[in-house]
């Protein structure tokens, strides 16, 4: 009787499940192989996607290497074309990965569809403590206009020079620990000496707080780095952003760190409004990024503090992360390229005199009438941190428009339109800032005098020379949307000033006061007398490359391994 019963009730089990599997492995052979089957990618497997292969190029190399790295391998491989799909789900949307700058700058720019660009992608929930649900990093269209427009008299490069003097003393302090290592001469990670300047930077000049970033002892930090350090490294081995349930432990670590930090800077932002709406501010707490953003607000709502907490957030992590790592490059780069650190020596001694070895000088000639135009005057300077940021660019930007939504992403390649709703459009900085069709054959080669004009003529290379004085910026070298460190269009980074007069700040204060080598990973390779030897590309020869991870955004492995010295003053 039974079995009478079973029969009918199992085949409607079997024809269930034969249905759901009809539909899902349909909607499978549709999602892996018809979605974005116009695109170029490589093999993909219905089940995995591009994961297996992805997991294959990893293990050709470093395994803790920026994925950028790897995809620049698929990239390769697939005869290099101007945009190319990588399909990693689930663990993230496909990615439509852009090489190319003309494709980049479709996405970038504003249009008749997209009035301020192509839309941010969703936000990524595991950065969402650091930044905070309000950045405006995560707005879109009028919301985030309005954000925009609040802070950014407190970035206008005007606004910023009045800042000079509070970069230029928490410059000092850099110094400071920078000669405490050339006196005990031991190996340090230099990415810690630069994440505790421009955060201590970046914590005076938004909000006149001192956020004690550059104690000697580790022990003595502030609060802030310390939690935000804490938060960070959460994120060190997370190379593809997993989403909250696979990592749930991860997730809370981060949200209580998180919190940490929004009641501190909420009791920031109260006391700032209460001193700037009392009768008479301090005039230096009256000039912050936040006390302009505060100035047209009469009531410090719930809704204000935390939009106001989370652009802060975003200031402190945006802010000092990427801006360290581009001075780590930077001094990597310049110990090792000897025409180069001449150059920028040259150029120094040139603008700050004879005695630039010598902090405070160098202080109180950037602090004296004029000082600010001495930071434009950089030339060669502004052009190694232009190809620091080229060869070694720290973030990108995802986009992304939803299939049948109002408007289409469609955009124009040299080998045809592609529609690439549905998909994270990643502009890639590294493969686009590499491309041999816009740099040739001196792409991976840093080359700063790329960027200059020497007698009239660009130097794209051969006759190197270490004369600063005969350099002048070239402004039309390359077309222009070919270097985006900083993306482009209507969303690029509002920080860039204040990123760049850091830098040159620092570079300036390095050049002549102290010689760096590298320990660890990118070593020199010395002769058999234990001296450098120059290679074909003008750099000195290493043992091994130094190559970037992602902890968020892409920084140097190892935390810039260095020793240093001072160096010699110049007879
Ligand atoms: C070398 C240093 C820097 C680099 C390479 C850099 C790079 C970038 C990039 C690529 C974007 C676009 C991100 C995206 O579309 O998702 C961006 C946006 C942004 N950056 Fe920077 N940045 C740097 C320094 C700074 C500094 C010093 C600040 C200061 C607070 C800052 C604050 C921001 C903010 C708030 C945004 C969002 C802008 C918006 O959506 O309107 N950045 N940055």
Redesign the pocket.
């Known amino acids: 009787m039974s079995s009478l019963i079973g029969h009918p009730v199992q085949a409607l089990v079997v024809a269930s499940l034969l249905t759901i599997s009809i539909f899902l492995f349909t909607k499978l052979v549709e999602k892996r192989h018809k979605q974005f089957a116009h695109l170029p990618q490589l093999p993909t497997s219905l089940l995995w996607g591009h994961l297996q292969l992805f997991a294959i190029y990893t293990k050709h190399g470093a395994q803790d290497r920026h994925p950028d790295g790897i995809i620049a391998e698929m990239h390769k491989d697939l005869g290099s074309p101007p945009i190319f799909l990588v399909d990693l789900r689930p663990i993230s949307y496909p990615m439509a990965v852009v090489a190319d700058h003309t494709v980049a700058e479709q996405i970038s720019r504003p249009s008749k569809d997209f009035q301020y660009s192509v839309p ?1 992608s969703p936000p990524n929930p595991s950065v969402g403590a650091l930044i905070g649900p309000l ?3 995560n ?1 879109q269209n009028e919301s ?1 206009k309005a ?2 427009r609040r ?1 950014n008299p407190g ?1 206008s490069p005007n606004h910023l020079m009045t800042l000079l003097p509070c970069i230029i003393d928490k410059s000092m302090l850099f110094v400071k620990r920078l000669d405490q290592h050339a006196e005990v001469g031991d190996v340090f990670r230099l990415t810690d000496l630069t994440t505790g300047l ?1 955060f201590d930077i ?1 914590g005076a000049v ?1 909000m006149d707080v001192d956020l004690e970033a550059q104690k000697p002892e580790s022990s003595r930090l502030g609060d802030f780095i310390r939690i935000f350090n804490e938060l960070i490294q959460t994120h060190a081995n997370d190379n593809f952003h997993l989403p909250w349930w696979l990592t749930p432990f991860m997730y809370m670590t981060r949200r209580r760190l998180g919190k940490l930090i929004t009641e501190r800077l909420q009791a920031i932002v109260r006391a700032k409004f209460n001193e700037l709406k009392s009768s008479s501010p301090d005039a230096q707490s009256s000039r912050t ?1 936040l006390a302009l953003s505060l100035q047209d607000i009469d009531h410090l709502s719930p809704a204000v503090l935390d939009e106001t907490c989370d ?1 802060l957030k ?3 992590f ?3 992360d ?2 360290s ?2 001075i780590d490059w930077a001094v990597y780069e310049l110990s090792r390229t000897p025409r180069a650190l001449k150059a920028v020596q040259a150029e120094v001694t040139t603008l700050l005199g004879p005695d630039s070895h010598d902090p405070g000088v160098v202080r109180a000639k950037l602090l004296s009438p004029g000082g600010e135009h001495i930071i434009h005057q950089m030339a060669y300077i502004s052009a190694v941190i232009r190809e620091c ?1 080229r060869l070694h ?7 992304m428009t939803m299939p049948k939504s109002e408007s289409t992403c469609v955009v124009t390649t040299s080998r045809g339109d592609y529609c690439l709703d549905g998909a994270w459009i990643y502009l890639n ?1 590294s493969l686009i800032h590499r491309d041999r069709a816009v740099f040739g054959d001196t792409a991976d080669e840093f080359w700063p005098e790329r960027w200059l004009v020497q007698g009239g003529q660009i130097n794209t290379g051969g006759s190197p020379t270490s004369d600063a004085s005969v350099f002048t910026a070239a402004p039309g070298a390359f077309p222009q949307s070919a270097w ?4 482009r269009g ?7 000033e ?3 007069i ?2 040159r700040i620092a570079i300036a204060i390095l050049a002549n006061r102290y010689t760096f080598t590298k320990a660890g990973l990118g070593e020199l390779d010395l002769d058999s007398r234990g001296w450098p030897e120059v290679g074909d590309n003008g750099q000195y020869k290493v043992k091994s490359e130094l190559y970037p991870t992602i902890q968020i955004t892409a920084k140097p492995v190892d935390g810039m391994l260095m020793k240093v010295a001072l160096a010699q003053p110049a007879a």
């Open positions: 941010k950045s405006m990093l707005h985030w954000i925009r802070f970035f421009t970046i938004a990024i652009q975003t200031f402190l945006a802010g000092h990427t801006t790592v581009l940021l660019p720290p973030a990108g930007t995802v986009r900085h985006r460190p900083f993306e209507p969303r690029n980074c509002i920080g860039q204040l990123a760049n850091e830098a």
